[in-house]
């Protein structure tokens, strides 16, 4: 057999596994994507809401009414709506919010820049703690460095993240005065001032991940320890650093992915409060906002563009996990 | 069970503050020194003897407002248990016995519906049935049955290939003697488990959407809306913002607690529910919600 | 004599936690191309020697007397890296459940090279040639295939011949077999044990097999060391411990095995009795 040969066929065999990998992900959502749709379409009729309420208030005469309904296009039967609808969500367009006329998708994108800055570094400063206290508490099980970090994970795990914002800017904002204490700056207007405006948030979006994600790797690698693999590898000779790099974490960090991969609708659901407590205009800000004017359209777009954040984010994890540990690919 | 679950420190301790909480949610409104929606000209007050937590920014007694907002919060904690016990538990028992293509559906629903960003789904919904904390809580409550749907389904699993069953029917035990003796006693650790931190998912929820406003008209008081009242005035009362924090945490900590405490005092039967990787994951998503 | 791959003097182990000795004093030698056997019980403290010779002790257990000398060195105060640097070059072994011993998300080959990489400073095109030479060496009949599987598509045997290349890669003095044949099939254990036999002939590797089986000990060890709660009740030949056990207990060993078939073994061992016997007249 050709090392050439070889060579392709472990390659197609790995493109095959993604494949396949990334088609069962996607396959799950889409029947919950059609179902969520479909339910707040036909809740939207069932409700009578209808843009005529937020713009002529109370002042509504059945005729204007009707007019502005027909305007909409909602006095087209139920399906047409939905077919329609639908057809142009798959084309990238959200249709027209109902509060003010304005492009849905062009609204959700802007938001979504501000609260995926936010949510991106919340990440990363979730992955760098995370992993960081977890390794630490592992490497140093059963010791009072390990006692102090798992007691002081518990502790911040039953903190709402909005609370920590809250804490955050009486401390850091209001107190102190070092960083911003609300509001957003886009980075073309300089990156310092960008970092400042989504560093305190980010921090208070952080703090369930770190948590989880340090309970979740010191209970992995604990566990990746006590195998008679790591035995194996010790009488095989290998040195304590590859052995833990090569052989436990490798293991070990299953649990933590898979949370870090649960972890990312909570920041989507914890962008809604933070930006509420800093002030930001983005994706949280806009479904609330939204919501409370009963913005149809908009709300729709909202989840929309949530399911499809959450796939996303879902099918790079499994990937990670199968690329790591491709006997789990295979349910074994 | 609770006499053991009372002889554990944790246990007694999550006990104590639940049933604060539920006596503040019952009598709250009669214990109110003051009415909660009453304003004063004595605005933004310190901590003094008409007014132990001071007064807010419309000069309305702080304390009040508490003991008045935890009914909200209790009823929404409740709201999200039920209605999660509710829609998880039936199908979750159904997909053992209904055959293949129904576990499938039901299995993959619940994977993704756990999935879902359940905050602005519940957000979401108070747009389309009308801006209520019930029409919310029963939204997050589907969104987080899978957790009694995974939990119902492994305990009828683990049930109905058991061979101590078996071997009591054959030793001509009454349906109800198993169902008491060896149904209940493996399904109800797990389902108390699960509820005690669906509580704690409700409580955050209710404050975040309170917080933010949803689901309430503005007089009322609510533990969230006073939070997002006191943001407003950090410079004046810096401090403000400890209590209602403090009950919302001591509450969502009460419940994690209780549920550690139940799975302790019940052995196998609630640790195998956690030994479920994902589902404890996204538990300990939920005990922190938001 | 200073040629011994190991000796051991009258080592005791100690728990920490129930403050008590486990093992109390064991002492033996062993010289390039001979075979010990240590029989006992579970909980005798075979296991516990092996792992004080492989430095590898859980915690709360501590080597508290005697002396492990390794290839004339003594083990007492090795550090961490030094131990590292013994295990594979100059001691490997082989437990029982072969599979848990080896990677489960690391393909076989690239568990066998990193061995060898690190161990030896090879390349990775040398490495590779190595590992599937290991492969070979070890009787695996599709080396190719083996190298590119994952351990759970092996079977028990073959995890066993795995872990084996794995344990002789770096060429050590010594290999420690801990109840290496106890969870196979009878005939995969006769191989198994067939291909022990044939890498310390070929490589004059010495050999410590530990089991509770006689049946084992008795077709391929030159001595035996039998051992029950910590203490060793009686050691010598291996042919003469079997036909002329002066401790209670080997006796018993013996007699239960009796029905399992030792006959096969003894006799297997007769020419070696006779051997010895001519010299003892």
Redesign the interface.
């Known amino acids: 057999m050709s090392g050439a040969g070889l060579g392709t066929a472990r390659l197609r065999r790995a493109a095959a596994r993604t494949a396949s990998v990334a088609a069962r992900s996607i396959a799950i959502f889409v029947p919950v994507f059609l179902v969520a749709t479909f339910v707040t379409f036909a809740l939207r009729s069932l409700s009578g809401l209808s843009p005529a309420h937020l713009q002529l208030g109370e002042s509504a005469t059945p005729e204007s009414l009707a007019r502005i309904e027909h305007e909409w296009g909602l006095d087209r039967p139920f399906l047409t709506q939905y077919l329609d609808w639908f057809g142009k969500v798959l084309s990238g367009d959200l249709g027209t919010s109902w509060y003010n006329g304005a492009d849905i998708s062009r609204l959700l994108t802007e938001g979504a820049v501000i609260s995926l800055s936010v949510a991106g570094l919340a990440l990363l400063i979730g992955v760098v703690f995370g992993f960081g206290f977890g390794i630490l508490a592992a490497l140093r099980r059963t010791t009072w460095v390990d006692r102090v970090i798992t007691g002081a994970m518990t502790f911040i795990s039953v903190m709402p993240s909005f609370v920590v914002g809250i804490a955050l800017v009486a401390v850091f904002a209001v107190s102190l005065d070092w960083l911003p204490s609300a509001g957003w700056v886009p980075a073309e207007r300089g990156f310092g001032l960008w970092l400042a405006h989504i560093t305190l948030p980010a921090i208070a979006l952080s703090f369930d991940t770190v948590s989880d994600v340090a309970r979740q790797l010191r209970a992995g690698l604990v566990a990746a320890y006590r195998e008679n693999y790591v035995t194996g590898a010790l009488v095989r000779g290998l040195g304590p650093r590859r052995i833990f790099f090569r052989h436990v974490l490798r293991n070990g960090i299953g649990p933590a992915l898979t949370v870090l991969g649960l972890k990312f609708p909570n920041l989507l659901g914890g962008a809604v409060v933070t930006e509420a407590v800093f002030g930001m205009p983005g994706f949280g800000q806009f479904a609330a906002a939204s919501a409370q004017r009963g913005d149809v359209p908009a709300v729709q777009g909202v989840l929309v563009v949530s399911i499809v954040l959450v796939v996303v984010f879902n099918l790079l994890v499994n990937l990670i996990l199968a690329r790591l540990t491709p006997a789990s690919a295979r349910g074994v | 069970m609770v006499r053991r679950l009372l002889a554990l420190t944790s246990g007694r301790i999550a006990a104590v503050i639940l049933a604060l909480i539920a006596l503040l949610a019952l009598l709250g409104p009669l214990l109110s020194p003051q009415d909660p929606l009453a304003g004063s000209a004595d605005i933004l007050a310190d901590p003094g003897p008409h007014h132990w937590l001071g007064t807010d920014y419309l000069g309305r007694d702080v304390l009040s407002r508490l003991l008045a907002g935890s009914r909200l919060s209790v009823l929404g904690a409740l709201q999200v248990t039920v209605m999660a016990l509710l829609v998880g538990v039936i199908p979750g028992i159904l997909s053992v016995y209904l055959g293949r293509a129904f576990e499938w559906v039901t299995l993959r629903l619940a994977d993704t519906l756990i999935a879902l960003p359940f905050l602005v789904f519940a957000v979401a919904v108070t747009a389309l049935l009308g801006n209520g904390i019930p029409q919310a809580m029963l939204t997050v409550g589907i969104m987080v049955s899978p957790l009694f749907f995974r939990v119902s389904r492994a305990a009828t699993l683990s049930v109905a290939r058991s061979q101590y069953v078996e071997a009591a029917i054959i030793a001509g035990a009454s349906v109800g003697w198993i169902v008491r003796r060896h149904v209940w006693t493996k399904v109800l650790p797990p389902i108390a488990i699960a509820l005690a931190h669906t509580a704690g998912v409700g409580f955050v929820v209710v404050s975040s959407l309170t917080f933010l406003g949803i689901g309430v008209r503005p007089p009322a008081p609510t533990w969230g809306g006073i939070l997002a009242s006191d943001l407003g005035f950090l410079s004046y009362r810096p401090w403000a913002p400890l209590l209602p924090t403090a009950l919302i945490m001591a509450t969502v900590w009460a419940c994690n607690l209780l549920a550690d405490a139940i799975r302790d005092v019940s052995g196998e039967a609630g640790r195998a529910l956690l030994d479920n990787r994902k589902l404890r994951g996204r538990l300990a998503v939920a005990g922190r919600g938001a | 004599m200073s040629d011994a791959a190991l000796r051991l003097t009258d080592v005791r182990i100690h728990d920490a936690v129930g403050d008590r000795d486990i093992v109390h004093g064991v002492s033996f030698e062993l010289t390039p191309g001979k075979v010990v056997g240590i029989v006992g019980e579970s909980g005798s403290g075979k296991t516990l020697t092996c792992r004080a010779v ?1 430095g ?1 002790l859980p915690r709360h257990f501590s080597v508290t007397g005697g002396t492990i000398e390794l290839a004339g060195r003594d083990t007492s105060g090795l550090t ?2 030094e131990w ?6 100059t ?3 082989v ?1 029982q ?1 072969p599979a ?7 393909r076989i080959g690239a568990q066998l090279a ?2 060898v990489r ?2 030896k400073g090879l390349t990775r095109r040398e490495a590779r040639r190595r590992a599937l030479d290991l492969l070979s060496s070890v009787r695996l009949r599709e080396p ?1 295939l083996v190298y ?1 599987q ?1 351990p ?1 598509e092996l079977s028990g045997g073959m995890l066993q011949r795995v ?1 084996i290349a ?2 002789i ?2 060429d050590p003095q010594l290999l420690i077999a801990d109840e290496a044949t106890t969870a196979l099939d009878v005939t995969v254990q006769a191989e198994i044990l067939d291909l022990l036999t044939e890498l310390r002939e070929r490589t004059g590797m010495a050999l410590i097999v530990v089991s509770h089986d006689l049946a084992v000990v008795a077709q391929l060890c030159d001595e035996v060391l039998v051992m029950r709660d910590g203490i060793v009740v009686e050691q010598g030949p291996t042919a003469r411990v079997l036909y002329d056990p002066r401790h209670d207990y080997t006796r018993l060993l013996i007699a239960e095995h009796e029905q399992y078939g030792l006959d096969r073994f003894r006799d297997a061992a007769e020419p070696a009795l006779s051997k010895e016997l001519d010299h003892v007249g």
Do not use: C, M, W
């Open positions: 492989l590898i961490q890296r590292t640097g013994l295990r594979g070059t001691v490997g072994a437990f459940d848990s011993y080896l990677n489960p998300s690391i990193e061995v690190v161990k190719d590119r994952y759970h872990l794995a344990a890669a770096a």
